[in-house]
């Protein structure tokens, strides 16, 4: 019963993680949407690219490949690091701290049970677990200092709020930054 369980946590847990973020995503005020779809849109790629360099700087082969046994569920026996499945989940939970951090606490939650489900079974190490994490962690916080830094943020989502809607798009007059 409990391998069953894990096995639908390892595989698709994170899953649920995407249409929970979805789900809240959609009950934010616009700002806070558009502000969340501009930093995952930044996001989600950087952490792909950082997680391709990752794994080709560190090898750590598949624990069902070192130990010699048969995982519980089917795997390629290709590097391990870093987890994917936990790479996306940390991604998604790191976005959606900026927004709700009880919602981001659940996501969260989630996400350790997909890494220590997936440890478990026997397809990654803790190590694959904890980088993909630190992965996801780092390249959020910098992506959103990097944006508050230069006033994305507030210029996309400030602007468009600031407008009057009596103003015509043929106004010579220069939008004022907040």
Do not use: C
């Not at 391990?80 to 606490?105: M, N």
């Amino acid at each position: 019963m409990l391998d069953t369980l894990l096995i639908l946590a390892a595989n698709y847990l994170w899953y649920a993680i995407i249409v929970i973020a979805v789900i809240h995503l959609l009950t934010l005020p616009r700002r806070e949407q558009i502000r969340s779809l501009m930093l995952a849109a930044i996001v989600l790629p950087l952490v792909y690219v950082v997680s391709v360099i990752a794994g080709a700087l560190y090898y750590d082969p598949r624990p069902f490949v070192v130990g010699h046994f048969v995982p519980l569920i089917p795997h390629k026996a290709s590097n391990g690091f870093p987890s994917d499945h936990v790479l996306w989940s940390a991604a998604i939970s790191a976005i959606t701290f900026s927004t709700k951090r009880y919602v981001s606490l659940i996501l969260w939650l989630l996400t350790l049970l997909v890494g220590a489900s997936r440890v478990y079974l026997g397809v990654h190490h803790p190590i694959d677990i904890v980088g993909s994490i630190a992965i996801a962690i780092v390249v959020s916080v910098l992506v959103h200092l990097l944006l508050r830094r230069i006033n994305l943020f507030d210029y996309w989502t400030l602007v468009r709020a600031t407008q009057p809607s009596t103003q015509s798009s043929n106004s010579k007059e220069p939008r004022q930054r907040l």
